[in-house]
């Protein structure tokens, strides 16, 4: 709500906002690289599978992107990881070419940090793997990811080549 008042020919806008009370913590992992890149990490929220795999087929097309690994997160609402390393601004780019969840989009101008978070659980909806759309890329990937991913999700990852040498992720501890 925005409430509008005029002061001695001044305009004054007071803007008030309110969300939910979060209080049940949970840990995440981050899609920043320890050298700068990001790997590209989608939160889609109440939307259909069949048009997700569609928007990722898409997105692997237009941008050049190897494997999507796609995750359910809870009813309807999903996760999606490509582990090739892309610089801020393509993945900026990426982000406002998808159909990703608002809020997951506005991280950055919510908290100031030039990350995104995707949970490991919160406690009510273990995240499950699905499948996996593969696609192939010459982009460099991120091995720190990759084991994450393999051991978290005891999934297969069948990635040899174009690794990187990093082997720290950053995991982040939230509430929702």
Known sequence: MIMRIKIFNRNFAIQISSRKVRNKEVIGYSNRTKDGFFIVTLDYDSFPIDILVEELRRIQSDFGLSTFYVFKSSESSYHAVCIDKVSLAFYFHILQNSSVDVEYQNIPYKFGKRLWVLRLSDGNHPIEFLCSLKAESEREKSLAHKIILE????????????LDKQEEVIFARYRI
């Open 151 to 162: 051991n978290i999700f005891k999934i297969k990852m069948d990635i040899e080549k174009n």
